[in-house]
């Protein structure tokens, strides 16, 4: 195989071509609908994939935010190119050992799918020809862009799409490597290598959404395919894999079919409506007892070949179906499936009869619902698919799915989508400018690990904190005097244990002061280690200050006098088991003392506490 990778990362620079916060927002101000239509590109060609989006007739809806103004709308020109994302891109140039271009120039790229009121994606080329290495292979890295992210999808109705433009116009870092990766498992370490280098710089969002990888794959006898918006780095080995195993299957049937001279005619669908209403079951039934209408198409030389008698994932059946589904169909029904489904025995064969289909090598699919133009308009996708597989596996934009498998979305973008942005001006890439940036480089990430390791972290620990961009918080923590064992687990135990909870603010993140003061709290004694996660958890939840979440956790902190009293009645409770054991009974007593103070006190303290309580409990030595 061969596969690339395009990696896309928020930065937390503002938006790149307006004034407004890089942030998401649940506050609606205003809400607009627009259609968009495709239009020709710099060399007037439409692009196919712009095409297939307009073909749709979707109406946009688009939720305006306090982190949105005109420019997101397209009712005001677009500002200059925000320099902080200018300077993070020229930054991973340097870190990439890519070129920077003189001269950094925005173009538009049309999308008509409604992630951007526009139609278009303004996007600039900042520099080229890079690498990265990763276990010993080089890989090249073909481009360094800036682009602008696209509208949040809120929800979606019959003909209509309804979009967020808060994260419109955050910028966008785009790293593309060249078609180097020779496996999933060499393309997850590329893509955890050059994400590894983005938090290194400090400049870039974190969170579910705002680190996406399209992964361009090509198998032996396919083409290329890309699987776009895969947003966890666990599942980029499986998606590769399985494209792989997608396109080497689909061949496989490509030779077959061509092998029996198989064609797919250009006739119009037959009408099974009346046939199936008295017959059928299953989904086909279901859809005429609600009044919907079947359509049948004959595909001659395909019997055999829509399931996979392997027992594989991939199905040239299941391809047809996700067509269908791409102008709005539920999916189908074909006879590979068959018997089963509620269309068997002699109502299959009149199937055959009325489609022509009789024939040892025939196949058919079948479609219903309500509206006939849309059955027709989905056996006409259905058609068009089944006649590309005759040739081989066809290029295409694929939607990564949850458990791992991808789904046709769109036919592959093209170079008939550019054209050069007017509005903004193109920006000068200086000596000046690219010194200051490399006397600015951070620190790599090999180097960040050696100097967390050389703070007594193990290497698992060092490297977790710096892949998960921890790293200067917590140097800057230890910096201030706090321990780097307790600091260490703050960041990759606590932290994200609350971060995760239903009940935290959507967004919390905690400042470095509130941490340090958290730390700081444990060191005096206002409470134990084991107090941290509730007062963490309370201030995830809204406390004001540090003060209020201990208080909200029951962890007041003990007067040296209550204290003492509860380590006296453990004592007390306990005479037996002193008097069996001695100084051994310390331990099983210290355990039920620390239940007791439920974390309002450092272990520390309970310990003393426990000791003078054992103290006074022994007689007086004999003179």
Known sequence: MKAGLEIHQQLSTGKLFCACPAELSEEVLLTVSRRLRATGGENHAIDPAAMFQASRGLTYRYEATPTSCLVELDEEPPRALNPEAVDVALTMAV???????????????????GSNPAGFQRTALVAVDGEIEVDGAKVSIASICLEEDAARKIGEAPGEVTYRLDRQGIPLIEIATGPDIVDGAQARSVAEAIGQLLRSTGRVRRGIGTIREDLNVSAPGGTRVEIKGVQELAKIRRYAEGEVERQTWLAHVADELRRREASVPGTAPVDLTELLRSGARGPIGRALE?????????????????????????????????????????????????????VEGTLEGAVRTSLGAAGAGDAFVLVAAADPALVRLGLEAIRRRAETAVHGVPPETRDPLPDGRTRYSRPLPGRDRMYPETDVPPVPVGTERLARVHAGLPERPE???ARLAGLGLSADLAGQLQRSGDAPLFLELVR???????????????????????????????????????????????????GVLP??????????????????????????????????????????LIGARGESAFQPLMGDLMREVRGRADGQRVAEALRTALAARRPPERA
Request: proline share 5%; glycine share 14%.
């Open 447 to 449: 180097a960040v690990r």
């Open 95 to 113: 870190l990439l050992h890519a070129r920077p271009l003189d001269e950094i120039e925005v173009m538009r790229k049309i999308v008509v799918d």
């Open 290 to 342: 609600q009044g919907g209408v079947v359509l049948g198409l004959k595909l001659p030389g395909f019997a055999g070949l829509l399931g996979n008698p392997s027992g594989g994932e991939a199905r040239l059946g299941r391809e047809l179906a996700d067509h269908a589904r791409s102008v709005g169909l539920g999916g189908l029904l074909h006879s590979d499936e068959l018997p089963a489904q509620g």
């Open 480 to 530: 201030r005097g706090r321990a780097p064992a307790a600091v260490a687990r703050l960041l990759s135990q606590e932290v994200p244990a609350v971060a995760a909870e239903p009940e935290t603010i959507a967004g919390w993140d905690a400042s470095t002061q509130l941490l340090d003061d958290l730390l700081l709290a444990v060191e005096d004694g206002r409470f134990s280690k084991e």
């Open 535 to 576: 007062v963490l958890r309370e201030l995830a939840r809204g406390a004001g200050d540090l003060a209020e979440a201990q208080k909200r956790a029951g962890l007041s902190g003990l007067a040296p006098e209550e204290l003492g009293r509860l380590a006296g009645e453990v004592v007390r409770r306990n005479a037996a």
